[in-house]
Structures are given as structure tokens and as C-alpha cells.
């Protein structure tokens, strides 16, 4: 099964940005979509960006316009660019890697907070 190491959180002023990171331990185009959930306690897990085998990106609409997912094929590596952060986007962030023949793999999460 893959191993995906989230990286980059932290605490960060609103209107601030930050950058999480996603490295997986294979090639990340050996999975149909790569993605970001966040979850903050006592709620459900909430979908924030995901990333096609093909390079299609999609975005909840709380963070359109505002993240942008991306990835780099030579490092197995997904990023999540954050910017103009403010406190509801405070939250742990899971990376994610879905094989539609196998399922779904997460991270560990990584936690973002947001306050001044």
C-alpha cells in the first residue's frame, strides 16, 4: 500500500499562505486521483481539491479561487497551495491517493490553523 506523508502545516495569520506538500512512497500517475480533505473535530471529513491522473482540478467551493492543487511528477509529490487563509480554513488537512481498482489510501494529516 502506498505511504503519503503530509508536510507544511502550521499556524498562519489570516490572509496568510501556506503550502502543504503530499509525497508519496510510488509514482503518483499510478493512481485515477490524488486529493485534499480537511477535518476539523467533531465534524465530518471535508472534501478541498483533487487531482487527475490526466491533470483536471477541482475544488470545493469554499477554497476556489483561493487554493490551487498541483503536483510534480518526478517527486511523487502533490501540493496544495493556500492563500488569503482565514480561520474557518483551520482544520487537520489528509492528503489522499485513489486507485479505482484498489480504493483509497491517506496520510497521517497535517494541521493548519489560522489566527491571529
Known amino acids: 500500500q502506498v505511504q503519503l506523508v503530509e508536510s507544511g502545516g502550521g499556524l498562519v495569520q489570516p490572509g496568510g499562505s501556506l503550502r502543504l506538500s503530499c509525497a508519496a512512497s510510488?509514482?503518483?500517475?499510478?493512481?485515477?486521483?490524488v486529493g485534499w480533505y480537511r477535518q476539523v473535530p467533531g465534524k465530518q471529513r471535508e472534501w478541498v481539491a483533487t487531482?487527475?491522473?490526466?491533470?483536471?482540478?477541482a475544488y470545493a467551493d469554499s477554497v476556489r479561487g483561493r487554493f490551487t492543487i498541483s503536483r510534480d511528477n518526478a517527486k511523487n509529490t502533490v501540493y496544495l497551495q493556500m492563500n488569503s487563509l482565514n480561520p474557518g480554513d483551520t482544520a487537520v488537512y489528509y492528503c489522499?491517493?485513489?486507485?479505482?481498482?484498489?480504493?483509497?489510501?491517506w496520510g497521517q494529516g497535517t494541521q493548519v490553523t489560522v489566527s491571529s
Open positions: 489522499t491517493a485513489v486507485d479505482y481498482s484498489v480504493g483509497d489510501s
Open positions: 510510488e509514482s503518483i500517475l499510478s493512481f485515477n486521483t
Open positions: 487531482i487527475t491522473k490526466s491533470g483536471s482540478r
